[in-house]
């Protein structure tokens, strides 16, 4: 949730019960059922209130986005849930699970709400712990799903596309954006066909081994109704979550309320050295706004990614005009940031965090066994075996696994965050120069990466396992071409 493979979606839970923003007159009462007495059982003397003013509480939500969606995916051979996980924030810095709530549209229809089951910690050796452990599985199968294809599919790979067809149709080679751009485009369009051959297709790869099966791909472009293009800056994410709050002391104006979050710490490093980079070389090229409102090709590009490309939100308030010198830098910033560090958060540490299906099952078979049936008898006898009848069955762990490794490789051509593949992309000395600062600033970035990692007291960084968090480690530095299962490096676009 902070440091693996969708650190994207945890947020801090700011009303209780948790509510939920589906239409009450089509899906009834969707709101949580977890109260008071689930949580602070656990909450070492604290109470929900107590917590919640301490910015303590955080929830993994995966429940309107999957609620919709589940009466057909379970005719299938899925069986899954709509899941709400609510945490503490501990002294140590690290998130302690504090309740699980496991929903299902009601059997009788949609407009009768949800019906929903609460499951909390047990440190028993029998068969409660056993269901806790089905309760988390069920959890990491909706996050997985939600991961696959929305954090990894939608935001990067599918938004991404309509502004390199935009860039190559309006921008001409020597215009400064497209200078500006380019290298994170690179091999996109191309991987994006294949996906669409043989991963998102119907029947593909996806559909076998994530729970949405024949679904995915509907309910993706369902969650992008609710896509903003200024949102996806990650400064603006964090706020959106609960994560950050604005605060003028601090060397951005931002302060996390996790302080040992590694994707936001990291992350912002990154932003910032991008947006630094954008600027200098935007401003140098468009050293006022009447510049900007004077370029007619900027327009057409511009014009392009809303009307067309992104068609389907063409009429939202929320887009850049396109006429001033910091709607420019923030537009640009966001194009390199999602088609280099998002992607890479999301993509590389697939294999490393999520290659051993148990700990992160793609898929349920059953749902939780009822006191009374053959199911919670089995449970009772032999939980690990129930646990492995319930998750991802071996054929769709194997082809689900060997997908990942492939997806977690750097190819040996790889172009990291702060490199060019080509020399004389601009005679501009200025430009040039800050380009250089731009790569000596993401080395300097990757120092202090390790030395975090190397740092005992912040524990989420390596977490148990004692995996280091690298997947924002940019490589820079790297000019091997080793490529492989490195588990760490930015490239500077979507090119797996």
């Known amino acids: 949730m902070l440091a693996g493979v969708n650190p994207v979606i945890i947020r801090r839970l700011q009303e209780f019960p948790p509510t939920s923003k589906l239409d009450p007159q089509q899906y009834g009462d969707q709101d949580s059922t977890i109260r008071r007495e689930h949580l602070e059982k656990n909450m070492n003397g604290l109470s929900v209130d107590e917590a919640m003013e301490k910015n303590k509480l955080f929830i993994l939500d995966h429940h309107d986005a999957l609620m919709t969606y589940l009466r057909r995916i379970n005719t299938t ?26 929903s299902l549209p009601h059997e009788q229809g949609d407009e009768r709400g949800a019906v929903s089951r609460v499951f909390t910690p047990c440190d028993d050796e029998g068969v409660e712990n056993s269901i806790w452990q089905l309760a988390k599985a069920y959890v990491a199968v909706n996050d997985s799903g939600y991961h696959q294809l929305i954090s990894h599919w939608l935001n990067t790979h599918a938004v991404i596309e309509p502004f390199i067809i935009a860039t190559n149709r309006q921008l001409s080679i020597v215009h400064p954006i497209h200078k500006l751009l380019k290298p994170h485009f690179r091999d996109t369009i191309h991987i994006n066909a294949l996906a669409r051959q043989i991963l998102i297709n119907a029947g593909g790869v996806l559909e076998r081994t994530v ?47 996790i ?145 990942i490794e492939i997806l977690s490789r750097h190819s040996t051509d790889e172009v990291y965050l702060g490199q060019r593949d080509t020399v004389g992309w601009t005679t501009d000395d200025r430009p040039l120069a800050a380009f250089e600062r731009f790569s000596a600033a993401l080395v300097e970035i990757e120092t202090r990466i390790t030395e975090r990692n190397d740092d005992v007291a912040l524990r989420n960084r390596a977490g148990p396992v004692k995996v280091p968090y690298t997947l924002l480690y940019p490589s ?21």
């Open 77 to 102: 051979t899925t069986k899954t849930y709509a899941s709400r996980t609510i945490l503490l924030l501990q002294e140590n810095g690290t998130l302690k699970p504090l309740a699980i709530e496991l």
């Open 211 to 257: 729970f949405p099966g024949k679904y995915a791909m509907e309910m993706s472009s369902a969650v992008y109704k609710n896509w903003n293009f200024t949102e996806q800056a990650l400064p603006e994410d964090l706020i959106k979550r609960g994560i950050a709050i604005p605060d003028s002391s601090e060397p951005h104006g931002l302060k996390l309320v």
């Open 259 to 403: 302080e040992d979050y590694p994707f936001a710490v990291d992350g912002l490093e990154i932003w910032y050295a991008i947006e630094s980079w954008v600027k200098e070389y935007c401003c140098f090229y468009y050293p006022t706004d009447d510049v900007i409102k004077g370029d007619i090709e900027l327009k057409k590009w511009w014009k392009e990614v809303r009307d067309e490309g992104h068609g389907d939100l063409k009429d939202k308030q929320w887009w850049p005009k396109m006429e001033t010198q910091s709607e420019l830098i923030q537009t640009c910033t966001i194009i390199i940031w999602v088609a280099s560090a998002l992607h890479a958060a999301v993509n590389f540490g697939q294999y490393p965090y999520a290659g051993y299906l148990p700990n992160r099952p793609t898929v349920s078979r059953r749902f939780m066994p009822e006191a009374g049936s053959a199911e919670y008898a089995e449970l009772e006898a032999d939980p690990d075996l129930a646990f492995l009848k319930t998750i991802t069955a071996q054929f769709q762990t194997l082809l689900g696994v060997s997908l």
């Open 476 to 496: 820079t530095s790297d000019t091997s071409r080793v490529g492989g299962l490195t588990g760490k490096g930015i490239p500077n676009s979507v090119s797996i």
